[in-house]
């Protein structure tokens, strides 16, 4: 079993950044894929940015630039700092594990709470 809680989302004016944090635990964390979701209202959710346990990054293109996913094995967390926020990246985040296999991520089914990121025009 696996646990995933998410913290660090808020309200930000567009240009502005936020840092995003989830605590994993219940499981081997540095073994495991780590990555980032969202889901706008009325959208299905999509995959944000993955990191592995080699550290290689993947990010969608939609936040190529301008969002970072990093981890600290130590701590059984992983972070999103998100920096030049637009309203389009208004949505719910959430934290998952899964696998990286022939350069594709394929999800666990452990999800966290989620945290609500709102950017303001």
């Known amino acids: 079993q696996v646990q995933l809680v998410e913290s660090g989302g808020g309200l930000v004016q567009a240009g502005g950044s936020l840092r995003l944090s989830c605590v994993a635990s219940?499981?081997?964390?540095?073994?495991?894929?780590m990555a980032w979701y969202r889901q706008a209202p009325g959208k299905q959710r999509e995959l944000v940015a993955f990191?592995?346990?080699?550290?290689?990054?993947n990010y969608a293109d939609s936040v190529k630039g301008r969002f970072t996913i990093s981890r600290d094995n130590a701590k059984n967390t992983v972070y999103l700092q998100m920096n030049s926020l637009k309203p389009e990246d208004t949505a719910v985040y959430y934290c998952?594990?899964?696998?990286?296999?022939?350069?594709?991520?394929?999800?666990?089914?452990?999800w966290g709470q989620g945290t609500q990121v709102t950017v303001s025009s």
């Open positions: 219940g499981s081997s964390f540095s073994i495991n894929t």
């Open positions: 998952n594990t899964g696998r990286f296999i022939s350069a594709t991520y394929y999800p666990y089914d452990y």
């Open positions: 990191i592995r346990r080699d550290g290689g990054t």
